[in-house]
């Protein structure tokens, strides 16, 4: 099968679109001809050697398709079926992914629609639980525009969660679409927060990682209250929980999203899709960082 690898460092020129042996379930698992793959900015960092060590490094932690081959004990799909979910093995950009999550495709969403999900909703949800947000929270979410930072707006708003998000002014719009209130980032953070909810707010969600949290921290009244998916130097030096997914994933929301979806509650929108060939042109504009909604490699 053809895969995303890069046997190097560097920049989006390491990218290759290789040969590799077709992969197999194993117990619990499925394997599905991928139809689309998510982007996400964890590739880019892979890619510059920022997070993983080891080379050669395939790509790819979501994924949409149909099921083609099944592992050992798997009952609640069969061969033929649309699904999206996570391949754990981190090489679902590619023709063939195992998947060790999945739910089915939502019947209004196309492959596409579908490989954006899974990311952003683990990530939101793993973080909304979390802070424990519920009903009649005030939760503010910096960096609201972005694909996890839709996803956390809309979840914490079914949540009943009263949600303000940060945002660059050409967003605001977007993310009142989304149910929440929107303030600017940057200087004078604290008052323009302060203008809509002049006692503070309960809990903070920091996804963009712009050296906020001391103002979240003062916002919502303690570091307890407040946790980063971005700022790692930044949660360990103002005692902040830094969210990840070796600490427990949310695998439960890909079967949760489907009834938002198809009630109208939840959309993720597609930015922009690329045929596997141009990786290299997905990367750019991950790593540009100005997208509103998910990035999404085709396959076919």
């Known amino acids: 099968m053809k895969a995303v690898r890069f046997s190097r460092f560097g920049g989006p020129e390491v990218l290759e679109i290789v040969e590799l042996a ?5 117990p619990g698992q499925v394997r599905i001809a991928v139809r689309a793959a998510g982007v996400n900015p964890s590739d880019w960092k892979k890619r510059r050697g920022l997070m993983d060590e080891g080379l050669p490094q395939t790509l790819g932690y979501e994924a949409a398709g149909i099921v083609d081959e099944l592992g050992a004990g798997v009952r609640d799909v069969a061969v033929g079926d649309r699904v999206f979910g996570f391949s754990t093995e981190g ?18 969403l196309g492959f596409a629609g579908a490989a ?41 708003a079914v949540r009943g969660a009263r949600v303000i998000g940060t945002a660059g002014p050409a967003n605001h719009a977007y993310l009142r679409t989304l149910g929440a209130e929107p303030v600017a980032y940057g200087e004078g953070l604290l008052d323009r927060v302060r203008a809509l909810a002049p006692d503070g707010v309960d809990l903070a969600l920091d996804v963009a990682g712009s050296g906020v949290l001391p ?29 990840r997914g070796d600490t427990g994933r949310a695998f439960h929301a890909l079967g949760e999203i489907g009834a ?7 959309t993720l ?12 042109e997905a990367h750019r504009a991950s790593e540009n960082g100005h997208t509103t909604g998910k990035l999404v490699l085709m396959t076919g």
């Open 22 to 26: 077709d992969p197999h379930p194993g």
């Open 91 to 108: 090489a679902a950009q590619a023709e063939l992914a195992v998947l060790s999550y999945w739910a089915p495709v939502p019947p209004s």
């Open 116 to 156: 954006a999900l899974p990311a952003a909703i683990e990530t939101a949800t793993r973080a909304l639980d979390q802070l424990g947000v519920g009903s009649g929270a005030t939760l503010l979410v910096n960096g609201a525009s972005g694909g996890v930072g839709s996803a956390a707006v809309q979840l914490a």
């Open 215 to 243: 103002e979240l921290i003062e916002l919502t009244g303690g570091p307890e209250h407040v946790v980063t998916i971005a700022d790692f130097a930044g949660a360990q030096e103002y005692g902040v929980v830094f969210s």
């Open 260 to 266: 938002l979806i198809e009630s109208g509650r939840f």
């Open 269 to 280: 929108p597609v930015a922009r899709t690329f045929p596997l060939t141009e990786v290299a």
